[in-house]
């Protein structure tokens, strides 16, 4: 015990609980093959599980990853815990329970394969989070293909999901933690110098895992404990605000890379028309493709400034480039990807990832929910693409089902269904 009856009422509270935020194992699965997707992890992967409570997501990791995990808390009944079950699981010997300020975190640089924080970057803010968290990501160990396999940082904040939310939403988070929604958690991200390699936002599922459990022991618990009648109170009236207006706010993970060093992407500009169009020329060795960006540019329906992305090469010259114009799906708008290219002294050695996770970046960014592709299946899932056809999209057109693909790009799950209308300039 303290001399804090407030913190000691709410440890209390929390102790012996099976999770001490909104998750769940497939929450952490989820995540975890987003990760996977972007690109592999060791066999025997470092993973730093920061704010990690009785180390659920610690466990879970070490048992079904392999990896070997460093835990970190501040509370040390909660470290207790998981060493205890870690031994329980025959994971002793693979998890680390460490008592330290995940503000000022004691590892030396490039330290993890991954730094994995579901609902704890709040404690030290968002921000801070992924500029201080970004120096213990491994750097680039080696390359496949071109594919960079550096660290991943997987992180989970709570975001508005509704662009005006109520005054009693407002009021409650604006006293405990300030929200901001996905896309603003999205360009944090960006600024902090990451590509965004998947979202998933939490299901209602999640929440219930948390609240069921704490509800009940705030129901059971003994009012007249110093502080605990103000603990019962904090969570009584937190469960009402999700029971209440649950649907303006969530949970969203976020699967965050470094970006690839070697290549400055930017957007393009009028002056990179004529090295876009060598590079596309180049690239497909037939100029079909460099005539469609010049109809798509000169269709105001189509064309989404911004999302035209180059690549540059060191020397400063445009080495790939990736375009993202407006299409329908039904009634919907959507966005399509295509075409992508990298000029050939450049291809297979990430400058067309690089370009193609900027501009998907940019889309989330400017708003946009939805990116199909009509690509390679096994290079397109990299990027978080999946068949359309589990979305219910089809094309007009007969093309092998795995090779028309769909991103949700803000994890919601919420993409409209139907046809997909490419723009004329198509030609399909």
Not at 210 to 226: I, N
Not at 248 to 264: C, I, K, N, S
Not at 311 to 320: K, L, M
Request: glycine letters at 10%.
């Amino acid at each position: 015990m303290s001399d804090n009856a407030p913190y000691d009422a709410f440890f209390a509270l929390h102790h012996g609980l099976p999770r001490q935020g909104p998750g769940s194992d497939d929450t952490t699965r989820r995540l975890l093959s987003l990760v996977t997707l972007a690109g592999p992890l060791p066999a025997r992967p470092r993973v730093l599980d920061l704010g990690c409570g009785p180390g659920r997501s610690a466990l879970l990791l070490a048992a079904e990853a392999g990896a070997e995990v460093t835990a970190v808390d501040l509370h040390e009944p909660f470290l207790a815990e998981l060493r205890l079950a870690a031994e329980a699981r025959g994971l002793g010997d693979a998890v680390h329970a460490v008592r330290a300020d995940m503000g000022r975190l004691p590892h030396p640089d490039g330290s993890f394969d991954l730094v994995w924080a579901e609902g704890s970057a709040y404690s030290i803010g968002f921000d801070h989070a992924l500029r201080s968290w970004r120096r213990l990501l491994s750097p680039s160990a080696s390359r496949r293909g071109g594919t960079c396999t550096g660290g991943t940082l997987v992180v989970t904040e709570c975001a508005w999901t509704v662009g005006d939310p109520s005054p009693a939403a407002r009021a409650f988070w604006d006293r405990r933690y300030p929200l901001r929604g996905t896309a603003a958690n999205v360009a944090a991200a960006v600024g902090a110098g990451y590509h965004v390699a998947g979202v998933h936002r939490q299901p209602e599922s999640d929440w219930d895992e948390y609240y069921g459990p704490l509800g009940e022991r705030a129901d059971a618990a003994d009012p007249a404990v110093p502080g605990m009648a103000e603990a019962i109170a904090a969570t009584r009236e937190e469960i009402a605000m999700r029971r209440e207006h649950g649907a303006e706010y969530d949970y969203t993970g976020y699967v965050l890379r470094p970006a690839d060093p070697r290549w400055r992407t930017r957007p393009g500009t009028d002056a990179d028309v004529a090295a876009v169009r060598a590079v596309i020329a180049a690239a497909f060795a037939r100029g079909a493709e460099a005539e469609l960006v010049d109809r798509l540019r000169e269709d105001p329906s189509a064309w989404l400034p911004g999302l035209s992305y180059v690549a540059e090469a060191p020397d400063g010259t445009v080495a790939a480039y990736a375009l993202i114009t407006r299409c329908r799906v039904g009634d919907a708008p959507a966005t399509a990807l295509a075409p992508v290219a990298v000029a050939p002294a450049y291809q297979r050695q990430g400058a067309g990832q690089a370009v193609v996770r900027a501009v998907l970046d940019a889309a989330r960014l400017a708003g946009e929910r939805l990116v199909l592709v009509l690509g390679h299946p096994e290079y397109y899932p990299r990027f978080g693409f999946t068949p359309a056809s589990r979305y219910g999209i089809r094309p007009s057109f007969d093309v092998p089902d795995e090779a028309m693909m769909a991103l949700d790009l803000d994890g919601s799950g919420k993409v409209p269904q139907g046809t997909i209308h490419y723009p004329r300039a198509f030609g399909v």
